[in-house]
């Protein structure tokens, strides 16, 4: 019988193209139906600034720099609201609830991810170890959660397997441009990708395999800049890609280069694999350096936590890494008639994760209170604790004094809630509480909104409400006042 696709038969490729149509299909399902899930949870985390980037490029894409608010922030290249705006143009006329809408591409690149995973791992090794990395890796708590979010992670991950298979498969300038793909999406997520090609290549004693897909990168942050020069601002977009190297030991954000609680947030976002992934390079260091590219790749993960700035959606490309070194293992255990208990370890006790407060945290009442103050002269008073001086920071990373781009990063979804319909933007004054020791007063206008609780300040002040005010809406984490006639 003939030989294809790399030595397979045409009954082992039929079956490979099954199962990763399978896999496809079973984790969109899967990931669909978290996204209606959360059709009710306001968008949170970055999920509102992004949205409205999407809709605001939508409606003009002529900008080709995408906007919010009207302003060009212009703090990540453009090709994430580029690829989720053209989905958006398209399922904006189902008759879904907008957060389902402008989250269900992310749907769509996660389970292609699961797919990829697996021919990944099969190209790599073989079918089973491929079938048991696509299993890990679909069900991890962290990419079920992040395929269920218009965040730039489902997307970028797709981008990183893809530029793995492609590079495996022999196709290195397909590989290539996926790379200046990612890095137009988020560059440093560029790593895990060169570190697998470079160490793979370095094995193969064919280093000079990774200078195009490195050259991909500059390549791509050119044309990037190209584009911010004649439709945004250049000096502000490649501040804006330096800073993301700068600002975990910048004094100006309050935190240095090591955070011990951010390593433990981020090692336990991972476990157990992180736990496993150590023990296995202390036990068994023979396997771990038998599959060095895979090893090198994972490993990052968990000295990323230990950054000032770390977030820990950081992870989500090196899990390629994390899946497939653990997918191989169970393979070869499994030889060994021992694989029952390591899948069991690896697969179920993964859920344990799955209610983490990472994954859910949101104030409640965020999407009323923007609704209430649309049209209106609004005093927003802010009590909440990001950074003691994220102000000057946006300032600098942004390049803008809108204080409604701030104001994102305490009240997750609101710039979207806010101003998704409505361009009043001008409307909207900002009182920042953080830091201050006082009763405070504030003036009389045609609206005032509270937000009466934010989990990590303590509060230093009170405010004493006019009897202008008149209290006409409560809950949750805001209170809305209007002004007495």
């Known amino acids: 019988m003939g030989r294809i696709d790399g030595g397979?038969?045409?009954?082992?490729?039929?079956?490979?193209?099954k199962t990763a149509l399978a896999l496809f299909i079973?984790?969109?399902?899967?990931?669909?139906?978290?996204?209606?899930?959360?059709?009710?949870?306001?968008?949170?985390?970055?999920?509102?600034?992004?949205?409205?980037?999407?809709?605001?490029?939508?409606?003009?894409?002529?900008?080709?720099?995408?906007?919010?608010?009207?302003?060009?922030?212009?703090?990540?290249?453009?090709?994430?609201t580029w690829v989720y705006s053209a989905f958006y143009f398209f399922l904006k006329f189902l008759p879904l609830?907008?957060?389902?809408?402008?989250?269900?591409?992310?749907?769509?690149?996660?389970?292609?991810?699961?797919?990829?995973?697996?021919?990944?791992g099969e190209k790599l090794y073989n079918y089973k170890a491929g079938l048991f990395s696509a299993a890990i890796y679909g069900l991890f708590p962290l990419v079920v959660f992040l395929s269920s979010l218009v965040m730039m992670e489902a997307f970028s991950s797709f981008l990183v397997v893809a530029a793995l298979c492609s590079f495996l498969y022999g196709r290195k300038g397909l590989a290539a441009v996926l790379v200046g793909l990612l890095a137009l999406t988020k560059w440093l997520y560029v790593a895990p990708v060169l570190i697998f090609i470079a160490v793979y290549s370095w094995q193969r004693k064919k280093p000079e395999d990774v200078l195009l897909p490195l050259a991909?990168?500059?390549?791509?942050?050119?044309?990037?800049?190209?584009?911010?020069?004649?439709?945004?601002?250049?000096?502000?977009?490649?501040?804006?890609?330096?800073?993301?190297?700068?600002?975990?030991?910048?004094?100006?954000?309050?935190q240095g280069l090591i955070s011990p609680a951010n390593f433990n947030e981020g090692f336990g976002i991972l476990m157990p694999l992180s736990a496993l992934?150590?023990?296995?390079?202390?036990t068994n260091w023979k396997y771990a350096k038998e599959n060095l590219p895979i090893t090198l790749m994972a490993a990052p993960a968990l000295l990323l936590p230990a950054a000032g700035q770390f977030i820990f959606w950081y992870?989500?490309?090196?899990?390629?890494?994390?899946?497939?070194?653990?997918?191989?293992?169970?393979?070869?255990?499994?030889?060994?008639?021992?694989?029952?208990?390591?899948?069991?370890?690896?697969?179920?006790?993964?859920?344990?994760?799955?209610d983490?407060?990472?994954?859910?945290?949101?104030?409640?009442?965020?999407r009323e209170a923007a609704e209430l103050m649309k049209g209106k002269e609004t005093l927003f008073v802010e009590p909440g604790l990001f950074f003691s001086n994220w102000k000057p920071i946006t300032r600098e990373y942004l390049g803008t004094d809108a204080e409604r781009l701030v104001l994102e990063q305490w009240n997750p979804g609101f710039t979207f809630y806010r101003f998704g319909d409505s361009w009043d933007y001008e409307n909207l004054k900002i009182e920042f509480?953080?830091?201050?020791?006082k009763t405070y007063s504030p003036p009389c206008v045609e609206q005032m909104v509270v937000h009466t609780r934010d989990r990590a300040t303590e509060y230093n002040y009170s405010i004493k409400i006019p009897d202008c005010y008149t209290l006409i809406w409560k809950e949750g984490d805001y209170a809305v006042y209007g002004k007495m006639e």
């Open 433 to 437: 509480m953080n830091g201050t020791n």
């Open 216 to 254: 991909a990168v500059p390549i791509a942050l050119a044309f990037y800049l190209v584009l911010a020069y004649f439709f945004g601002d250049a000096n502000h977009a490649a501040g804006a890609l330096f800073f993301d190297l700068l600002r975990g030991i910048t004094e100006k954000t309050g």
């Open 8 to 17: 397979k038969n045409k009954e082992e490729a039929m079956r490979s193209l």
């Open 277 to 282: 992934f150590l023990i296995a390079l202390v």
């Open 356 to 366: 983490y407060h990472f994954y859910g945290a949101y104030d409640t009442g965020v």
């Open 26 to 80: 079973i984790s969109f399902l899967i990931y669909s139906i978290g996204v209606l899930y959360y059709e009710k949870a306001p968008f949170l985390f970055d999920e509102g600034s992004y949205a409205l980037m999407i809709k605001e490029f939508s409606a003009n894409p002529a900008m080709v720099i995408p906007s919010v608010t009207g302003e060009h922030p212009e703090w990540k290249p453009p090709l994430f």
């Open 315 to 354: 992870v989500s490309p090196f899990l390629v890494g994390f899946t497939v070194f653990f997918g191989r293992m169970i393979e070869q255990v499994g030889e060994k008639q021992g694989s029952t208990i390591l899948i069991i370890l690896l697969l179920v006790t993964n859920f344990y994760l799955a």
């Open 97 to 120: 609830q907008i957060e389902t809408v402008i989250r269900l591409p992310s749907a769509f690149f996660g389970a292609a991810s699961v797919s990829l995973v697996f021919i990944f």
